[in-house]
């Protein structure tokens, strides 16, 4: 997700009252595949008491999930109406319709999607600056995030009018792609273990070394390539008490992961 800047004439209306609000989803949300959610810059005047409407849009497949944390959350904020609009998430559709509402001034005040997106709306002006927010007390900080993660929605350009070096947004989920090898196979045909900076090339050589028989009397593939659709180890992960990543690092060499693996 990303953050619209404050819209016009609202810097310290709605904006304002709501940013730590949104910024609280952010964090309770957070750290669960790509995604971010964010805040206007103006938030830094946000104040104990909040109050006012909050929209939303959001464009991925777990509504579900947002919809159980924005329950809670709006029991311990009774003044806050929060209504959210789950909208496509064809960057064809959903960007141009973002910049529609903000031309006419009623951008939603959080903008989620998915991190492919990410760059288009930064590039577009849909993105504002999240520092003031982080630092802010009560809220999670930068230092809170896995860098890998955070670190995908601070820009290093001025591109699109952010702010080089500020977030714009935060993760909702993560994940990450990962390859699992049979170190014994490895062994038994001579081929060194894979290791940074292995090619595509150099994958597929060694799997043709690693199949047994061929045509249809071929008895084992060198590789098996599938999507890693919500990453599915996570879920052999949780059966054995552990988790992929914390917010502050990753968790695969953990005892619990390890045993999963195995």
Not at 167 to 196: C, I, Q, R, S, W
Request: with cysteine.
């Amino acid at each position: 997700m990303t953050v619209p800047e404050p819209r016009s004439g609202d810097k310290k209306g709605r904006t304002a009252r709501l940013g730590r609000t949104l910024a609280a989803i952010a964090g309770a949300s957070a750290l669960v595949v790509g995604m971010a959610v964010g805040v206007g810059a103006s938030s830094a005047n946000a104040t104990t008491a909040l109050s006012g409407n909050l929209s939303i849009t959001f464009s991925t497949f777990d509504f579900s999930t947002l919809d159980v944390g924005l329950q809670a959350w709006e029991k311990l904020n009774p003044g806050v109406h929060v209504t959210v609009a789950d909208v496509s998430n064809n960057p064809s559709t959903y960007v141009p319709a973002l910049q529609t509402e903000q031309a006419a001034g009623n951008e939603p005040d959080i903008n989620e999607s998915y991190d492919a997106e990410t760059p288009t709306l930064e590039v577009d002006g849909l993105a504002g600056d999240m520092k003031s927010v982080l630092t802010s007390g009560g809220i999670y900080p930068v230092s809170y995030w896995y860098k890998p993660f955070i670190g995908a929605y601070i820009p290093v350009s001025s591109t699109g009018g952010v702010t080089v070096g500020d977030p714009y947004g935060v993760p909702l989920e993560a994940d990450a792609t990962v390859m699992l090898y049979n170190e014994n196979e490895f062994k038994a045909a001579h081929l060194a273990f894979p290791k940074d900076g292995w090619t595509w090339t150099q994958m597929l050589a060694d799997a043709k070394k690693l199949r047994k028989g061929s045509g249809a009397n071929q008895k084992q593939y060198g590789v098996c390539l599938r999507s890693d659709w919500q990453a599915l180890y996570n879920h052999v992960m949780q059966a054995y008490g552990a988790t992929a990543f914390t917010q502050t690092k990753a968790n695969f060499d953990s005892p619990a992961a390890k045993s999963a693996c195995k």
